[in-house]
């Protein structure tokens, strides 16, 4: 059984910072890419950012030059840094991985999500 727990999201101003980040645990082997995705009220799901084991990574075009991803191998965790929030940042924020579990089994999981709300 492999988990994805996001954290970090909340309340922030326009203009602000927020950190978010996703742990994953079970019965994992190894984790290639890691990223985040979003979901706002009424939208798709889109790509935020990914990630690979190398550390290549990818963002979709509204967040270049505002958001980072990074991740630490050692705590199979991914993160992501928000900064110069806007309100059409808004969304339900969710982790994903692309992993072999310990019976070799390439699949892919999500986490629950995590609330990201820009207001005044």
């Known amino acids: 059984q492999v988990q994805l727990v996001e954290s970090g999201g909340g309340l922030v101003q326009p203009g602000g910072s927020l950190r978010l980040s996703c742990a994953a645990s079970g019965n994992i082997f190894s984790i290639n890419s890691m990223g985040w995705y979003r979901q706002a009220p009424g939208r798709e799901r889109e790509l935020v950012a990914t990630i690979t084991i190398t550390s290549s990574t990818n963002y979709a075009d509204s967040v270049k030059g505002r958001f980072t991803i990074s991740r630490d191998n050692a705590k199979n965790t991914v993160y992501l840094q928000m900064n110069s929030l806007r309100p059409e940042d808004t969304a339900v924020y969710y982790c994903?991985?692309?992993?072999?579990?310990?019976?070799?089994?390439?699949?892919?999981?999500w986490g629950k999500g995590t609330l990201v709300t820009v207001s005044s």
């Open positions: 994903n991985a692309y992993l072999y579990d310990s019976n070799w089994n390439y699949m892919s999981y």
